[in-house]
T-cell receptor, first 110, second 116 residues
Framework: GNSVTQMEGPVTLSEEAFLTINCTYTATGYPSLFWYVQYPGEGLQLLLK?????DKGSNKGFEATYRKETTSFHLEKGSVQVSDSAVYFCALNGGNKLVFGAGTILRVKS | EAEVAQSPRYKITEKSQAVAFWCDPI?????LYWYRQILGQGPELLVQ????????DSQLPKDRFSAERLKGVDSTLKIQPAELGDSAMYLCASSLAAGGALYEQYFGPGTRLTVT
């Protein structure tokens, strides 16, 4: 079945550091890929998405590229801020159903 | 900005009691989803509605869980009887329609259930 694996956290960075959160997937066919973010006390929000191979999703300085050959969708940001502290979920949609990874906690220190 | 509303935000209940959660989706959204998020894991779909009809409840433990969306607007998820393993965050989401990446799912803040 479809599944998503993402790097374990927590990831702790200093402000302005470079961020990478790894995500790989297993799926039949060609799913759409997503990154969601969950700030403390809030629901999940869509951060970015990509619908086909080599697509790059980007939003708020974050970006991720759909790599079919490595079945990956790694999240990156060049310079993180304290306000980026949250839980980040990688997800795929195959067959109209979202399948989420376990989430990665990001903590950014000032 | 329109949001998905959920209540209560927190619920503590004893084992074997009944508990219910309510969700009001964004106005005009035909598709409604209930997810369960166990601590340290990602959300898992329990049930999906298209208007008032269930289109996927394959992961819903039907011996104790039930869900309804009688008029195709708001929805209720019920657990009876609650078990210790039901402690989790219950998330509701809605979208204009079901369609993979075409229609974004908007999530509510969730109901955190603790079963003692």
């Amino acid at each position: 079945g479809n599944s998503v694996t993402q790097m374990e956290g927590p990831v702790t960075l200093s402000e302005e550091a470079f961020l990478t959160i790894n995500c790989t997937y297993t799926a039949t066919g060609y799913p759409s890929l997503f990154w969601y973010v969950q700030y403390p006390g809030e629901g999940l929000q869509l951060l970015l998405k990509a619908t086909k191979a080599d697509d790059k999703g980007s939003n708020k300085g974050f970006e991720a590229t759909y790599r079919k050959e490595t079945t990956s969708f790694h999240l990156e940001k060049g310079s993180v801020q304290v306000s980026d502290s949250a839980v980040y979920f990688c997800a795929l949609n195959g067959g109209n159903k979202l399948v989420f990874g376990a989430g990665t906690i990001l903590r950014v220190k000032s | 900005e329109a949001e998905v509303a959920q209540s209560p935000r927190y619920k503590i209940t004893e084992k074997s009691q009944a508990v219910a959660f309510w969700c009001d989706p964004i106005s005009g959204h035909a598709t409604l989803y209930w997810y369960r998020q166990i601590l340290g894991q990602g959300p898992e779909l329990l049930v999906q509605f298209q208007d008032e009809s269930v289109v996927d409840d394959s992961q819903l433990p039907k011996d104790r869980f039930s869900a309804e969306r009688l008029k195709g607007v708001d929805s209720t998820l019920k657990i009876q009887p609650a078990e210790l393993g039901d402690s989790a965050m219950y998330l509701c989401a809605s979208s204009l329609a079901a369609g993979g990446a075409l229609y974004e799912q908007y999530f509510g803040p969730g109901t955190r259930l603790t079963v003692t």
